[in-house]
């Protein structure tokens, strides 16, 4: 069992860090959300799908490239993630986490039941842009371009996120209005317009991931309902509302999932949660998160 | 006194259901499937729809006949279908259980239509068990099975060269089953196994486990899987350069609408074996353009939807036959196995003593992009499996019920 090659341990780091790159991502989105409005967003999962959908039929209907998708499909996912905070999830301000919860699970299930009644539960297909297909021949591996591109460009992503929020003074009013939103109001900012956007930039993000995702699996309605789960657990590892806590985890999950599907693959789509359970036992609040 | 008046009940409860029995025309069936998850668009509302045109289609109801169709979603989960089934055989009183994708719900489903005594015709499942160590009074096995697909596709690409396997398979029933009937056909024309990994069912990501087989340098990596788990691995397979690089993958199981769903690019040269084909004759042309007009997507059927079509066309005629519905599995079973099958969609055949449906299977090759004429026209037929030789024989059936 462990009479692994370094060829081989590096191949499954690599493709660990690839699958990170999705958690992160993803419980980025989550994390920011959950942080700022105190939602917990069941419907990121949905979100993620009509992301991937959104480049989807911008390729098939409108003839708009891969390029184009990347910042338009955040843009109008996350608009309607404005729509969606604005019409529904105010309301539910003040009011115990329970019921934003519901609410955007069963969001999420309305989204996915339709999507799966227009379009199957096979998927469409959306190829890879002609400039990242191939790949290069690390020796130790074959490396699509497409992958190389994915994990830079969220780790990119995902530092530009956690700089927005930590570092500058957009991110310290967000930050203060999270705290005492009467405070930062009194001081001449508005709030709900800050919390709306913020909504809409988690909501972007998840859409952003779908479409990073569109032309490595097939766009299924269900493809964020698969993956929203172990994502949750990601951000409960890594401590609800901690964004680097989401980020690191997100990574490090991805690799040690690699790791599992090489040694004890029947294992592979639980060893998360094993040790989410762990992490649960020893650190209630997560790894990076705060009593 | 007293006694009488009970003797009279019990005679009269007796004498009711006799009464009834004579001329009951009274049939209700339920199709079980998945309805929402990775194959629900090889089962799904097809499923449904192919029933309900197989009712309306035995002419049932202008003989007197009242025929009731119900379905659920298993959900691909045993549990939940054992659930259904019995909520069914108990509340409902449904008199047979059509489709059941899924090895695993399949298996279950088996041992709660025995208990019942109900009738079980399965169209859907792959496992080859189901008419061997696990064959039941109760059970027809309808479309296909692993040992078809073991023979087909495997026994094809050892004999064009390809006698190096790795397996990638489904971590339940089905791949397990297909894993050994195709490892039998492998060592049996000579070929070797050089390793397998078993993923988890509904995997969306399968870089980690095509490097590995990779890794192993075989000739052919041999997708032990169905519905979204081969057509990850196939896309995957590509994006990692696999197919470029002298391997080749052997799709053991492949439906028409995975193929429809990647796209002939994608698929183009793949080697699998079916046992119906939308554009494989008039008859199912015919049936297929029927199908396809009422279904939401004008998607063709898939040999799943298509054997579930047939059997029930296949069960009705031996509802016919009796005269009326005796309620009891088992002899309509014994029924169905008496008459000799013929459908416009599977052709002539023969339901065998372990409740094994026989027909011809197909071997297909996915056409070439450029080679595709019309809408749907996606597949070359490379070689007919006569369906004496395309199931286990009988004489080597793990059956009890097949007298040797």
């Not at chain 1, 990073?212 to 269900?222: E, F, H, T």
């Not at chain 2, 089934?85 to 090895?103: H, M, P």
């Not at chain 2, 040992?147 to 398979?169: C, E, H, I, R």
């Not at chain 2, 080697?271 to 004008?298: H, I, P, V």
Request: aromatic content about 10%.
């Amino acid at each position: 069992m462990f009479n692994i090659s370094t060829q081989a341990l590096f191949a499954q780091l690599l493709v660990g860090l690839i699958n990170g790159s999705f958690y992160a991502l993803l419980s980025l989105g989550l994390a920011v959300i959950f942080g700022m409005l105190n939602i917990i967003n069941f419907a990121h999962g949905a979100l993620y799908m009509m992301g991937a959908f959104c480049a989807y039929f911008l390729l098939n209907v409108l003839g708009i490239n891969y390029w184009m998708a990347l910042i338009l499909a955040p843009l109008l996912i996350g608009f309607l993630g404005v729509v969606l905070e604005r019409t529904m999830l105010q309301r539910l301000a003040g009011l115990d986490h329970l019921y934003g919860l519901l609410l955007t699970f069963g969001l999420a299930l309305i989204i996915q039941g339709l999507f799966q009644n227009y379009f199957g539960s096979s998927g469409l297909p959306y190829a890879i842009p002609q400039q990242l297909t191939g790949g290069q021949n690390l020796g130790f591996m074959f490396l699509p371009n497409y992958r190389a591109w994915v994990v830079i460009f969220s780790l990119t992503i995902c530092l530009a996120t956690w700089f927005a929020i930590e570092k500058t003074k957009l991110g310290a009013y967000l930050r203060a209005a999270t705290e005492n939103p009467t405070l930062v109001r009194a001081f001449g900012v508005n709030v709900p317009r800050m919390i709306t956007l913020t909504y809409g930039f988690g909501v972007g993000l998840a859409a952003l991931a779908g479409v990073l995702s569109a032309p490595i699996n097939q766009v299924r309605p269900l493809m964020g309902a698969d993956l929203i789960i172990v994502v949750f657990a990601v951000v409960v590892i890594g401590g609800m509302g901690s964004i680097m806590g989401s980020i690191v985890t997100g990574f490090a999950l991805g690799i040690l999932e690699g790791l599992t599907k090489y040694f004890y693959p029947e294992a592979s789509n639980t060893v998360v949660f094993v040790i989410m359970a762990i992490v649960l036992m020893v650190k209630p609040n997560g790894l990076f998160g705060r009593a | 006194m007293k006694t009488s008046v009970s003797t009279l009940a019990l005679m009269a409860a007796l004498a009711l259901p006799g009464a009834a029995f004579a001329q009951d025309k009274n049939v209700k069936i339920g199709v079980l499937d998945d309805m929402s998850g990775l194959y629900a668009d090889v089962g799904g509302q097809g499923s449904i729809l192919a029933a309900q045109m197989a009712i309306e289609d035995s002419g049932m109801a202008a003989k007197g006949w009242k025929i009731d169709l119900i379905s659920a979603d298993h959900q691909n989960k045993p549990d939940v279908g054992v659930n259904l089934a019995r909520q069914w055989a108990d509340q409902e009183k449904v008199d047979g259980i059509f489709g059941v994708l899924t090895s695993s719900v399949a298996l279950a489903v088996n041992g709660v239509a025995k208990e019942k005594n109900l009738v079980y015709m399965n169209s859907g499942a792959a496992t080859s068990d189901l008419t061997n160590s696990a064959c039941s009074p109760n059970t027809v096995h309808w479309t296909y099975d692993t040992y078809l697909l073991a023979n087909g596709t495997g026994k094809a690409v050892v004999k064009s060269g390809g006698d190096s396997w790795f397996f990638l398979t489904a971590d339940y029933a089905f791949g397990h089953a297909l894993e050994r009937d195709t490892t039998d056909v492998i060592k049996a024309n000579n070929g070797k196994v050089l390793g397998s990994v078993r993923h988890p069912l509904n995997s969306a990501d399968f870089s980690s486990f095509l490097l590995q087989a990779q890794a192993s340098k075989a000739k052919i990596i041999g997708l032990a899987n169905a519905g979204g788990d081969t057509t990850n691995a196939i896309k995957q397979a590509s994006e990692f350069g696999i197919t470029g690089s002298g391997q080749q993958l052997a799709a053991l199981l492949l439906f028409y609408s995975d193929v429809h769903s990647l796209g002939l690019k994608m698929t183009q040269g793949l080697q699998f074996t079916e046992t119906f084909y939308w554009d494989l004759n008039d008859g199912t042309r015919a049936f297929s353009k029927r199908f396809s007009d009422r279904m939401k997507n004008k998607n063709q059927p898939t040999m799943v939807q298509a054997g579930i079509y047939a059997s029930i066309i296949h069960y009705m005629k031996a509802l016919e036959a009796n005269g009326s519905n005796p309620h009891d599995g088992v002899k309509m079973v014994e029924k169905m196995k008496s008459m000799p099958t013929d459908d416009a969609l599977f052709g002539k055949g023969e339901i065998q003593p372990n409740g094994r449906k026989i027909h011809p299977g197909y071997l297909f090759e996915v056409k070439k992009p450029q080679e595709s004429k019309y809408p749907g026209d996606y597949y070359k037929l490379i070689a007919t499996i006569p369906a004496n030789e395309a199931f286990t024989p009988l004489d080597k059936s793990a059956c009890a019920l097949v007298k040797k």
